[in-house]
């Protein structure tokens, strides 16, 4: 009965032959997992099942669905390479050892709930987390290696994460959260970087789920309590503009939009907002037969309600990297309240939901690759071809979380093509996008026709026209993310590569002198650089210096390292003025252990920052703050939903004096004061003199690390006409 369900799933388009293919797959996985079970009870073909039932509803081609259901049958079974081949031919049988070699690298969670994987994970000493992601780094390069430029590896590799991901609760939690945390860090992406939304969202939700289980339940309930109401919102919004674009003559299908839950929490994040202030919660998507009537919709939307400004977005003219195309907007509604609408054709409502998928199904010819799959192919290619440029494992990391997540503007080069690239990038990382030699040889940009500095945040629309020398290289300065002049992961390994082919001696030099302006310019004195050979893995103080030299040591991660061993130089006597160091405390709150939940102060007693305080779990407010001798909060009823909270963490901060030299100029205390007002930094002293047109600014700044301290020297002597800005030592 069960096989019948199955092939009952299959797409009409299947011909005679694809449907006995997949038939004997079945039987044949089936019989090779005979007697295997899984965390849960069930049976582990069940598994392989649900994997190939996700491709299904993908209308993957045939001899994909029938390697899922064979993917672990190298792995688990006594099935060998050659019997498979001999079964089911070359492409199924490549297709299951290429998914098996993913399967067994280490250091990435098989995520199968074997029967041992009940176990909670082995209680040995915990690594480092710079191991940790090294090992993981490792293991991300193997796995791109083997996937090579076949895409329906990732996508049986990423079905089977998801059916892994649906069936998670049946492991211990420390085994869950660890494989939540892969899918969010490493899975998740590819299935972004593929256009799969279906699959990413998902991802993201159920990897959410299990890392952070607090605030997924917390906005899972704010969801909850507010769908009937939303929903008979969107169903009267959806009913009013169907007629409208009915009266236009516009044909279209109008539905509502879900809102994922990792979603709202990354907005919430990034925007510092609480639940009740994220405004796509209503959200319309309009279909339409062709590219003209998007736009015509767009005006008739337009012309209705309100735009919102700075919320429109065109991915259809300047789509994004992973092929997606949309027209995006937000409106305020006829209620008042916002409403966001997408328009697309039913062409990229299929692409924005399968990505690849859509381009390699069943009824294409399988000989002939489309336009579209071989730009995926490509996008892997180029993947793996950057995995393989960056070594610096802890970059590679995080390149995978932010130039893959992260949101893009797409900017036009003097000749009118569009470049994508990650929100947030300069007009040297653009230059690099374009040509690695161009973003070696860049010296200055123009945006829009204007001269812009190198750390100006490029926007979507912006016009870039990059000023290069014949010769030269990059400077070293454009390493350092003080200064914030390279964005991209991309970039940076570039330029890193540019210096490592310099000879060591040269790199040595250069290292040397910029770790010692750097402790000079700290203030630090007496620092035994052997004690920092054993954090970067080195053998010599030399290796160090190379490793600086070329960039393959970000400064910031040295002096983070400096300060840590030497912890107390902020405090030490002789460098205190008279202003004694304070502790800061925030006015947020802490709840059961998390930071950012969504809370409100009662107003009964208007608790303050050092009162003793409780929290009371409120119906669709998020948590009530009241004092804990508030008579409200001791007469409440429901004294389980009582909640344990206390204030924010404490930051101690020291007084620390330094002074800039600087050819005098107008304007330069303008731009010191622009700098000191974008740090976390309190200005508490401040007066300069000025000799034959070399003034001396000496200040006193309240600062709590080094690090932070290092931040703002670097972006103090970054400013035009700066000569030095350095911490003064007292005599």
């Known amino acids: 009965m069960e096989i019948e369900q199955f092939l009952n799933k299959l797409p009409e388009g299947y011909s005679r032959t694809d449907r006995e293919q997949i038939e004997k797959a079945y039987h044949f996985a089936e019989n090779a997992h005979q007697g295997q079970t899984r965390a849960n009870g069930q049976s582990y073909f069940s598994h392989c099942v649900g994997v190939a039932s996700i491709l299904l509803e993908m209308e993957a081609a045939a001899d994909v669905v029938a390697a899922a259901l064979l993917h672990d049958v190298l792995i688990d079974t006594e099935v060998t390479s050659k019997q498979l081949r001999k079964e089911f031919g070359d492409t199924i049988g490549g297709f299951v050892e290429d998914v098996s070699r993913i399967t067994a690298l280490p250091y990435i969670s098989r995520a199968d709930q074997l029967p041992d994987e009940r176990k909670p994970l082995a209680d040995t000493a915990p ?32 079905a089977d994460r998801l059916h892994n991901m649906r069936t998670l609760s049946a492991l211990p939690p420390d085994r869950q959260k660890k494989i939540a945390q892969e899918t969010l860090d490493i899975f998740a992406p590819l299935a972004n970087r593929l256009g799969i939304w279906q699959m990413k969202w998902e991802l993201e939700d159920l990897g959410f789920r299990y890392t952070n289980p607090t605030q997924y339940k917390e906005i899972a309930e704010h969801i909850t309590l507010r769908r009937t109401k939303r929903m008979e919102e969107v169903e009267k919004i959806i009913e009013n503009l169907e007629n409208l674009l009915e009266k236009s003559e516009v044909n279209a299908k109008i539905t509502g939009r879900p809102k994922h839950i990792y979603s709202i929490y990354r907005k919430m994040q990034s925007k510092e907002k609480n639940f009740d202030s994220i405004r796509d919660l209503r959200a319309v998507r309009i279909i339409v037969d062709d590219v003209e009537n998007c736009y015509r919709v767009l005006g008739i939307i337009h012309t209705h309600f309100s735009p919102i400004p700075g919320e429109f977005d065109d991915y259809i003219a300047a789509k994004k990297q992973n092929d997606y195309q949309s027209l995006h907007t937000a409106v305020v509604y006829s209620d008042g309240k916002p409403l966001e609408v997408q328009i697309r054709t039913w062409e990229m409502h299929q692409r924005a939901e399968y990505g690849v998928a859509a381009h390699w199904r069943y009824k294409e010819n399988k000989k002939h690759l489309s336009g579209k799959y071989e730009q995926k192919v490509s996008t892997i290619r180029n993947l793996l071809a950057w995995s393989l440029e960056v070594e610096d494992n802890q970059e590679l990391l995080e390149g995978m979380r932010t130039d893959m997540f992260k949101d893009r503007v797409y900017v036009i080069t003097p000749k009118g093509d569009v470049v994508d690239l990650p929100q947030g990038s300069t007009p040297i990382d653009f230059a690099y996008q374009v040509h690695t030699d161009i973003g070696h040889r860049c010296r200055g940009a123009k945006i829009n026709g204007k001269l812009v500095t190198l750390d100006y945040t490029l926007k979507t629309g912006d016009e870039v026209e990059i000023l290069s020398v014949n010769r030269g290289g990059p400077s070293r300065d454009w390493l350092n993310p003080s200064l914030g002049l390279v964005h991209n992961s991309r970039s940076r390994s570039k330029i890193k590569q540019w210096f490592k082919q310099l000879d060591r001696g040269q790199n040595l030099e250069h290292g040397k002198l910029l770790i010692e302006k750097e402790l000079k310019r700290l203030g630090l004195i007496d620092v035994d650089l052997d004690q920092l050979l054993v954090t970067f893995n080195l053998k010599t103080v030399d290796d160090l210096y190379v490793g600086v030299g070329t960039g393959d040591i970000p400064i910031g991660r040295l002096v983070n390292r400096i300060g840590e061993l030497k912890a107390d130089s902020l405090k030490s006597d002789d460098l205190v003025v008279e202003a004694p160091g304070k502790r800061k405390t925030d006015d947020t709150v802490t ?32 948590v009530t703050i009241h004092r804990m001798d508030c008579p409200n909060a001791m007469r409440m009823e429901e004294s389980e939903r009582l909640i344990k909270v206390d204030w924010g963490t404490s930051e101690q901060t020291y007084p620390v004096p330094l002074q800039i030299t600087a050819y005098d100029r107008q304007g330069l205390m303008s731009d010191i004061s622009v700098v000191l007002s974008s740090e976390p930094v309190r200005l508490i002293d401040l007066s300069f003199t000025t000799r034959q047109h070399v003034v001396k600014v000496n200040l006193v700044l309240e600062v709590a690390t080094i690090s932070q301290l290092s931040r703002v020297l670097a972006r103090l002597e970054n400013l035009p006409n700066v000569m030095e800005a350095t911490r003064v030592h007292p005599g």
């Open 127 to 158: 690594l480092s987390s710079t191991r940790i992601s090294e090992d993981l780094a490792e293991t991300l390069r193997k796995m791109l290696l083997a996937i090579g430029d076949d895409i329906r590896i990732v996508v049986i590799k990423l």
């Open 591 to 622: 709840v059961m252990g998390l930071d950012r939940v969504a809370h409100n102060f009662a107003p009964c007693c208007n608790p303050m920052p050092g009162d003793p305080i409780i929290g009371y779990i409120t119906r669709g407010r998020g």
